[in-house]
């Protein structure tokens, strides 16, 4: 069985500063991994995922997220903060070798300070 | 490129009733995967189709059913609705050809169960 674990349920940040999302996950094969974005009362928007190659992905506005297969994790990242980052990110898991289903973990809401 | 449309918005039913939502999936995609998102949590797989059939099911009860059509849009029907059947019901669809692995979500429905 697939799991997504998302250790903080919220993330603050000043604007400006460099911000982190962070995402460990369990597979039986090579995983897809996604990051997803939902603003109030809105579905989910995709960011960027990892399917293979570079472990360093980058990803929409200004998103990048790092692979890390030894550590199981692959964490959000952003240079810059922006005000208008603040949204709650879902990360996602997809098993190379099972249906086209998502397993998302639980959110991390992420509030950028003015 | 048309994105994935979901109908209707909001919609309030009573205990025991028995509702259908209706997704249309994004221009050229043919698998539509329907997710219930609870209060406060990440979204959970209910089902996939492809090619008008049931390719995957998650942990719901058989009362949660579905319908693909010929033009890949889809409906999910809920039957003998519970109080804890309140929640955003979003779908998403995908592409089997191609090196694209991501679904693209649409925007919702807010079922809430009285």
């Known amino acids: 069985a697939q799991s997504v674990a998302q250790p903080e349920d919220q993330v603050n940040v000043a604007e400006g500063n460099p911000l982190t999302v962070k995402c460990t996950y369990s597979v039986s094969g090579n995983p897809y991994l996604f990051w997803y974005v939902q603003y109030p009362n809105r579905g989910l928007q995709f960011l960027l995922k990892?399917?293979?190659?570079?472990?360093l992905v980058k990803g929409s506005y200004g998103f990048e997220a790092e692979f890390n297969k030894s550590q199981t994790s692959f964490h959000l990242k952003k240079p810059s903060a922006l005000v208008s980052d603040s949204a709650l990110y879902f990360c996602a898991v997809r098993d190379v070798g099972s249906a086209r289903q998502l397993t998302f973990g639980s959110g991390t809401q992420l509030t950028v300070l003015p | 490129e048309t994105g994935v449309t979901q109908s209707p918005t909001h919609l309030i039913k009573t205990r025991g009733q028995q509702v259908t939502l209706r997704c249309s999936s994004q221009s050229g995609h043919n698998t539509v995967s329907w997710y219930q998102q609870a209060l406060g949590q990440g979204p959970q797989f209910i089902f996939q189709?492809?090619?008008?059939?049931?390719?995957g099911r998650g942990n719901f009860p058989p009362r949660f059913s579905g319908l693909q059509f010929p033009n890949y849009s889809s409906e999910l029907n809920v039957n003998a609705l519970e109080l804890d059947d309140s929640a955003l019901y979003l779908c998403a669809s995908s592409s089997t050809s191609g090196a694209t692995y991501e679904q693209y979500f649409g925007p919702g429905t807010r079922l809430t169960v009285t």
């Open positions: 189709y492809y090619r008008e059939e049931e390719n």
């Open positions: 990892y399917i293979t190659g570079d472990n």
